[in-house]
């Protein structure tokens, strides 16, 4: 088993650091400021403004991981009034100590309740779940290059390690596939920033802007299928 270590980020969130890789599953700058700056405002939120009139979003999360994004996002998307329906895939999920752990460790009251927390923990992998009203949940235990494609998806959350602990997971041949999935006015959105990554949107024909990004890191990578 892959020694995980509980840290507490810079704004007082937590998120675990992988030794092994030596990665943080979120910034150590601010593991809820990085997830809320990156995957809901300049994501959810962006993708909101292009598709102001759609009352249902379809998410794709490569990279699972504590969940923040998704509880997150469920939150917007309920302030947004839109209905959502997520999928996250995650080839080594935390077990259930170490969720219980991180629930624990700090409130999130501000964002979402320890009991939603922990609820979204309890659901089992594999099948889809009613989380809450307008809220459905399918929890993927596998590996990116065997996950089967089977719909399309309005919005992408690319949240995999990074490139120099991973860098099999941003190959043309993996992002290619996803991105195909990709609807019309669809945002693929996440916190990495480098030359081959953008080469490979744009290859796609997305438009591809640098943002500044999350605080501790200089710029992340949005592109847009418009």
Not at 50 to 65: C, R, T, Y
Request: neutral net charge.
């Amino acid at each position: 088993m892959v020694e995980r270590i509980l840290k507490i980020t810079e704004d007082g969130s937590p998120t675990f650091y992988v030794p092994k890789l030596n990665e943080y599953f979120h910034s150590k700058h601010g593991a809820i400021l990085e997830s809320k700056y990156v995957f809901v405002d300049r994501g959810f939120r962006y993708w909101c403004e292009l598709n102001a009139s759609k009352s249902k979003v379809d998410i794709l999360e490569i990279g699972l991981g504590t969940g923040l994004n998704f509880l997150l996002t469920a939150n917007e998307s309920k302030r947004k009034d839109k209905k959502l329906f997520y999928q996250g895939i995650d080839a080594y999920p935390l077990d259930s100590n170490e969720l219980m752990s991180f629930a624990k460790l700090i409130s999130f009251d501000h964002y979402f309740t320890e009991q939603q927390m922990i609820d979204f923990y309890q659901l089992s992998w594999e099948k889809w779940h009613q989380f809450e009203a307008n809220i459905r949940i399918q929890k993927l235990n596998t590996k990116v290059q065997e996950f089967s494609m089977k719909k399309s998806y309005d919005l992408i959350y690319y949240d995999a390690f990074g490139r120099f602990a991973q860098p099999e997971l941003w190959d043309e041949e993996i992002l290619v596939p996803i991105l195909n999935q990709l609807n019309q006015n669809g945002v693929f959105v996440t916190y990495a920033a480098f030359g081959d990554l953008r080469r490979t949107l744009t290859k796609m024909g997305l438009k591809v802007e640098r943002l500044p990004g999350a605080p501790g890191k200089r710029e992340m990578t949005r592109s847009a299928k418009i």
